[in-house]
């Protein structure tokens, strides 16, 4: 194994070469915060106001939310035409999607929130997927503190670190990342805990005379497909220490240098913009690109710090004119319609106030009008538009405002894609078998299991989709995925990918329960009405029976002389006529 010399040159060279990069990704953090300082000439100027513009800030938000509000849709090819390579490309959609989503609740931040800020704002995303298994066996290893991590793993297996590239360094040859360089500031005392015996060197350099003043360190982390060495700049204030070879071309103190031997590199970074330029300043095209090369934000901050600044200068004008030898003119400010007493020989007359500079708002109009050109359209900020406005225009204004953003779409579903890929080697390279559980209404409770016996990491393929996050844009999906099902004979499956399901599977699972419910409800009622039919019938026949009975019981018993018989009616009922007649007398 080379010198840590070797390391810490390669890792000068990488920052060095970033410096101009660097110098841009510190405006665009400037741009995102709204810090602006006014020029050195209006400065010194009493009557100024300054005014900070707050449309970067905007865009930036609106492009996020736009892109992140959705779920990501996995899809893992599958390794095979059959049945059975689909189902285990399935199985492993869902748990690396369970993962995702576990790896997010660990953090403060989302990690589909960060990844696309991070490819809107630097047009770079920087992550580690870090195992936590590995890395406490790791720890264990040099007897550090493995407490937190232990506590860590009720969020699975996974950490997503999403790292701000103005504090990683890249170099990116032809086929992949090669190595890559971190560097953090930490407080001493945390760096002892976290390196254990490893940091050996270090607390013995910080013994030393001269040296106990040293409160944090600048540690230098580089890693390669093959090696990583560590090393620690001592220094008193907790900013970042000028290059990895320390303020006299040498120094650092040596914590670890290893072979790793992982066989690849357990870092994720992607560049969009282009490879056609030379400086790293210009491979890389943020959404702010244009306005921070052009000075578009400084000259708007200009422009509305002296628009504004003229309105509260002027805003105590005198409103008054006073004419004549003395000063005898008394004006009452109390009611509506006051009168003011002018003394002989003078004249009262009123001033117009002063008017807003047209050409400063002119200007300032045009310049807010061309950053939101080169960022995000107002609709996708805002959400208004012109009351009247037809739907196909308001769709084609956030269709066009949508694509707008394609670049950072790409760049964040390429970075998210890695991310998984990167999952799976590390399930590939422990040899454990990974676990992941359902998140839909009827998968809870289900479990799938990734087996890395049955897949090579080479031979896979996941592509991550970040659909936008748009009513106009989701309606317009729906209704061309119906139309295709209905007039081109797509499936449904595809129809519902195209209009944004992050799991279609489950979509059409759940549709297929309740058509299932329905004919269960439908089949239950049609026996119910059947069976109320059967007892309808078997009580009618009941009744018909009784009636028969009766009929064929008064034939057997009619008297055989039917004349006498009915004689004896007629005096049967002349009684009780007679008896009734008797009682309503008595």
Do not use: C
Not at 31 to 42: H, I, T, V
Not at 97 to 107: D, E, M, N, T, Y
Not at 419 to 443: C, S, Y
Not at 540 to 560: H, M, Q, T
Request: proline share 5%.
């Amino acid at each position: 194994m080379k010198d840590l010399i070797f390391y810490q040159t390669m890792a000068d060279k990488m920052v060095r070469k970033d410096r101009g990069r660097d110098q841009m990704l510190t405006a665009m953090d400037q741009m995102w915060r709204g810090e602006w300082d006014l020029p050195s000439s209006l400065a010194e100027l009493r009557w100024v106001h300054k005014v900070i513009s707050t449309d970067p800030h905007d865009a930036l938000r609106a492009g996020t939310r736009v892109l992140s509000s959705a779920s990501p849709r996995i899809t893992v090819q599958a390794m095979g035409p059959n049945e059975a390579s689909r189902a285990e490309a399935d199985k492993m959609e869902r748990a690396l999607g369970w993962h995702l989503k576990q790896a997010s609740r660990r953090r403060r931040a989302s990690v589909l929130r960060d990844v696309v800020f991070s490819a809107l704002l630097y047009d770079e995303v920087v992550a580690q997927v870090v195992y936590l298994p590995h890395q406490i066996e790791a720890l264990k290893a040099f007897k550090g503190d493995i407490r937190r991590l232990q506590a860590a793993k009720k969020y699975g297996p996974f950490a997503v670190l999403v790292r701000n590239p103005r504090q990683v360094h890249v170099h990116y040859s032809d086929w992949m990342p090669e190595a890559v360089v971190m560097k953090r500031v930490m407080p001493v005392q945390e760096a002892l805990a976290f390196w254990g015996k490893n940091a050996g060197n270090l607390s013995r350099a910080l013994n030393r005379k001269g040296m106990g003043e040293m409160k944090y360190v600048t540690v230098y982390d580089y890693m390669d497909v093959e090696h990583r060495a560590v090393w620690a700049l001592p220094q008193e204030g907790n900013g970042m220490a000028a290059a990895p070879l320390g303020t006299e071309g040498h120094g650092g103190v040596e914590i670890m240098r290893e072979a790793h031997g992982l066989g690849f590199l357990p870092w994720v970074a992607r560049v969009g913009g282009t490879t056609l330029a030379d400086e790293a300043e210009h491979q890389r095209v943020p959404l702010l690109y244009s306005v921070y090369q052009a000075g578009q934000w400084e000259t708007q901050n200009v422009l509305e710090t002296l628009l504004t600044s003229e309105v509260i200068a002027y805003a105590a004008s005198p409103r008054l004119k006073v004419e004549g030898p003395g000063d005898g003119v008394e004006v009452d400010y109390g009611e509506p319609g006051r009168m003011a007493y002018v003394a002989p020989g003078h004249s009262l007359s009123q001033l117009n106030p002063p008017g807003l500079d047209s050409g400063l708002e002119a200007i300032a109009e045009r310049v807010g009008n061309r950053i939101g050109k080169s960022t995000v359209p107002r609709v996708l900020q805002t959400g208004d538009f012109p009351s009247g406005t037809a739907y196909a225009t308001l769709n084609l204004a956030t269709q066009s405002g949508i694509k707008s953003l394609n670049p950072y779409k790409e760049l964040a579903e390429e970075s998210l894609s890695d991310i998984l890929m990167q999952m799976l080697a590390w399930v590939k390279q422990e040899n454990v078998p990974l676990q992941g559980f359902g998140t839909g209404r009827d998968a809870v409770g289900k479990h799938f299991t990734i087996n890395p016996n049955t897949y090579k990491v080479e031979d896979l393929h996941v592509s991550v989709e970040l659909t936008p996050d748009v009513p106009t844009d989701r309606m317009a999906r729906i209704n061309a995925a119906s139309m295709a099902v209905r007039e081109l004979g797509y499936s449904k499956r595809r129809a519902l990918e195209q209009i944004g399901e992050g799991d279609p599977d489950v979509i059409r699972e759940e549709a297929r329960s309740e058509i299932l419910e329905a004919v269960e409800l439908e089949l239950e009622k049609q026996e119910k009405l059947a069976l109320g039919q059967f007892e309808l019938k078997q009580r009618l026949k009941a009744l018909e029976g009784e009636i028969d009975v009766g009929k064929n019981y008064e034939e057997e018993n009619e008297p055989e002389n039917s004349e006498e018989y009915g004689d004896e009616q007629k005096k049967s009922t002349l009684g009780e006529h007679v008896w009734g007649e008797e009682v309503s007398d008595i």
